[in-house]
């Protein structure tokens, strides 16, 4: 079971639709958490879109190059409602809460939910696996790329977004992804467009560009990517429409 969190998450990259939206969220967050050591952690589900249908919620603490812990599962009925969940016990941790919908014969369906992150004691729960996530950026097997906290060694963590240039002919499309440390960014980004064309975000982490079919001479747009929680993680892509072919000086 420590695997599970691994193969379901390490699936995003590759995946052609985006993950659907969680019908739950962790003190009404869709994303990300912050909770004080001992403060009130609720869990709110919305079932009305998938009736006849439960959900079970799985909870997993981020070990770094540990892994993942599953900690505990939560069956969840139809409807609507609230769950207080008892965190006293826990230690300052990063979480990781995975929903998965359940039929009427309790038989999973094929249907993927973006996972909701929890920071447990606040700054002091990103603090306790700082190490551990420096540790895990050149482990092929760990988890989305996660924020630690921002100390002086934050230079450590390297966000990217490749390509960091674009070439596209008219009518052309390129696909954009941000990463932290290598790893698919779990952390809030926002996603702009200066100039000709058109941006589709399709998850946090993945943007499509689409240049105009039309575009008559060659054209320039600036792309913009940012964490608005780390105003340092930001980058601009630049981004070329033309029909010359490009060729590489020596």
Not at 134 to 156: W, Y
Request: aromatic share 8%.
């Amino acid at each position: 079971m420590k695997r599970l969190l691994l193969g379901l998450l390490l699936t995003l990259p590759s995946a052609a639709q985006p993950l659907a939206i969680p019908p739950f969220t962790i003190n009404r967050k869709i994303t990300l958490a912050e909770v004080n050591r001992g403060g009130r952690v609720e869990l709110f589900y919305d079932l009305t879109q998938y009736p006849g249908y439960t959900l079970d919620v799985t909870c997993y603490r981020y070990q770094g190059p540990k892994g993942t812990e599953k900690v505990a599962e939560y069956s969840l009925p139809g409807g609507q409602g609230m769950q207080r969940l008892d965190f006293k016990a826990m230690p300052s941790s990063q979480y990781l809460f995975i929903g998965q919908l359940k039929d009427a014969q309790s038989q999973p369906v094929a249907l993927s939910f973006k996972p909701v992150q929890l920071e447990y004691g606040g700054w002091t729960g990103r603090l306790r696996v700082e190490e551990a996530t420096r540790k895990a950026a050149a482990n092929p097997n760990a988890p989305l790329g996660v924020m630690p906290k921002q100390t002086e060694e934050g230079n450590d963590y390297e966000f990217k977004v490749t390509p960091d240039a674009l070439v596209v002919a008219p009518g052309g499309q390129a696909t954009l992804q941000a990463t932290l440390n290598s790893r698919p960014i779990v952390e809030e980004l926002q996603w702009f467009l200066q100039g000709p064309g058109k941006l589709m975000v399709v998850e946090n982490f993945i943007a499509y560009y689409l240049a105009e079919k039309g575009a008559e001479g060659d054209q320039r747009a600036t792309i913009t990517v940012f964490a608005p929680r780390h105003p340092q993680l930001r980058q601009d892509i630049q981004v070329l429409v033309t029909r010359e072919p490009i060729k590489t000086s020596e």
